[in-house]
DNA sequence: GACACCTACTCTCCAATGGGAACTAGGCAC
DNA sequence: GTGCCTAGTTCCCATTGGAGAGTAGGTGTC
């Protein structure tokens, strides 16, 4: 069979991965972390400041929905929904509607959420740590290509 | 000034956001992690298989251009690509071409790359872990909604 | 020499994702 | 009535990522 190369390899392959991705574990929370505003919104409801030394106690605390909108600066209502909606979802935070003049939404970590935003700590030493180096990289990268 | 509102405040904010996630460590940082594609590099050439229990090793090692793409089964060519020189930019790893008959490019992680890897795998654990925990509250939170 | 095939890309087109801004609901204030 | 408040929702458009074809440089076959 002359026609069984690289490109139907590689569709045979998809196919295998999107059949694995439905049940790996890990895949699965790939796919939640590999999302700049669920790791954004984890880091602020867990306490973590904007940077190192910032204005926050490093505390887990419950936010309002403005709240988190001012702290996660750029984000849109949108995505803050989409991504808060989510997080419900999967059982990392509560939403907690108040009835209020202007009525008024906390959302607050669980548990589950906690943890997570334990491991997530890992990465954040781990960038403060090497940034410096990963930038001197690019900096000598782009100058041999210039 | 009645104009200054929730609107030009969300502006003003993003800007701010902006200004800060120039610098920001942790931010630039998950600009990178924040990639499917690239985490997943970083995990095939840090030797993890596809899935706990796997046909992998554990130990790190290179891998050529053809080989990565079939372990990412999904990836496109593009992406994988792209992905590849960005790291290498990062000195996450090293490209090397060797002029054999059909020119070979294999890629290997660096110390660096290695030791981002060994962090990930602090989320590797928490998802084989909790992922049933996730599972069961996506499945109440959507029998809830119906 | 013409044609096929190899790897590791690069290019072109198209569909999906995310952002911006305007609009909505429900209620109080003036 | 008009305006403003919070917490969204809706619509439109620019950017991103995927699919698939094309490329470079070389070997093998007839």
Redesign the pocket.
């Known amino acids: 069979m ?1 026609t069984m ?3 139907e390899k590689r ?1 045979q392959a ?1 196919m295998d991965y999107d059949a694995f991705l439905a049940e790996c574990p890990s895949r699965q929370l790939l796919d939640r972390i590999s ?1 700049k ?1 669920v790791t954004l919104v984890l880091a602020a409801l867990g306490g973590d400041g904007p940077h190192p030394g910032g204005d926050c106690t490093g505390e887990p605390r419950s936010m ?3 709240e988190l909108a001012r702290r996660l600066a ?6 803050l ?1 989409q991504t ?1 909606r989510s997080l419900e979802r999967d059982g990392m935070l509560t ?1 907690t509607v108040t009835p209020t ?5 906390t959302y607050e970590l669980t548990d589950l959420g906690l943890s997570l935003h334990g491991v997530m700590a890992g990465f954040k030493a781990w960038a403060e740590g090497h940034m410096d180096e990963v930038r001197a990289n690019r900096g000598a990268y782009d100058a041999r290509a210039e």
């Open positions: 002359p190369s690289a490109a569709t998809k999302d505003w309002r929905y403005s750029g984000v849109s209502q949108k995505m929904t808060l939403r003049v202007p009525v008024t939404v």
